[in-house]
């Protein structure tokens, strides 16, 4: 009975977020100030509308414009995923964005451990060295899927722009996953100065490693720092010739 309700549940979640039209949508917000994009969603998704956050630059003017400036009447959940292998630095950001934002947090990880050697031990030692996919299924793909699900999520934003990488060149802001729900890229028209200056004018804490040539932050094991005239996304996963981990394909 139980696992029937969920289906009814996770069936009019998908009717409702293919409901809006993709087309028409874009077409109106396609270089829209990411608070126009985000307004709209609080307005048109009161329910079911979740943020996914790495705490990324990023992610926390998406948090900043949700919790400071539109202040819906119910908190957007935000959504991050502890892989276990997070900087401390980001940790500490999490935390401190928590206190400053009271923010809704909903922290999913892989259910069965619960720290860098249990995950060695039940998996092997650097996974990410000989199987980098099994490794982001375990600790970013599930997690994400399974938050996302327990959250009856119609919608869920990120904080990808299209000048971060070739592969998002062409993202729109308005976009359905492959479960049929709504994903919304509000900062997609955006570059890289442009949510540095929003952070600057609106004092957003941000990662201090940012200042320390790494504009994008992933697990410590495989984020390096960028050198000058590298892509900002260079010191991902350097070396493999991945440019995602698999939560946006």
């Known amino acids: 009975m139980l696992k029937t309700l969920q289906n009814l549940e996770s069936t009019a979640e998908m009717t409702q977020a293919t409901a809006f039209n993709l ?67 980001t940790l500490e950001l999490v935390a401190k964005s928590k206190e400053i934002y009271n923010l809704d947090l909903k922290t999913y990880k892989i259910p069965d451990v619960d720290s860098r050697d249990a995950f060695a031990a039940k998996y092997g030692e650097a996974l990410w060295d000989t199987d980098i996919t099994q490794f982001h299924h375990l600790t970013k793909i599930e997690p994400l899927q399974r938050g996302l699900g327990e959250l009856n999520t119609v919608a869920w934003i990120t904080g990808r722009r299209r000048d971060q990488a070739v592969t998002r060149a062409d993202m729109p802001a308005f976009e359905l996953d492959n479960k049929g729900r709504l994903k919304v890229n509000p900062l997609a028209s955006w ?55 698999g939560i946006h394909i």
């Open 23 to 89: 087309d028409e949508l874009n077409q109106k917000f396609d270089t829209a100030h990411p608070r126009e994009i985000l307004a709209w969603c609080v307005e048109n998704i009161p329910t079911g509308l979740v943020q996914t956050s790495a705490f990324n630059v990023d992610d926390l003017v998406i948090t900043d414009i949700l919790y400071r400036d539109l202040k819906p009447g119910t908190p957007t959940p935000v959504l991050f995923l502890d892989t276990l292998y997070h900087f401390p630095q």
């Open 191 to 245: 570059t890289r100065k442009a949510s540095w200056d929003y952070v600057a004018e609106h004092g957003v804490i941000y990662n201090p490693l940012h200042d320390q040539g790494y504009p994008s932050i992933g697990d410590e094991p495989i984020t390096t720092q960028v050198g000058e005239g590298e892509d900002e996304r260079a010191g991902r996963w350097r070396g493999t010739g991945k440019t995602e981990c």
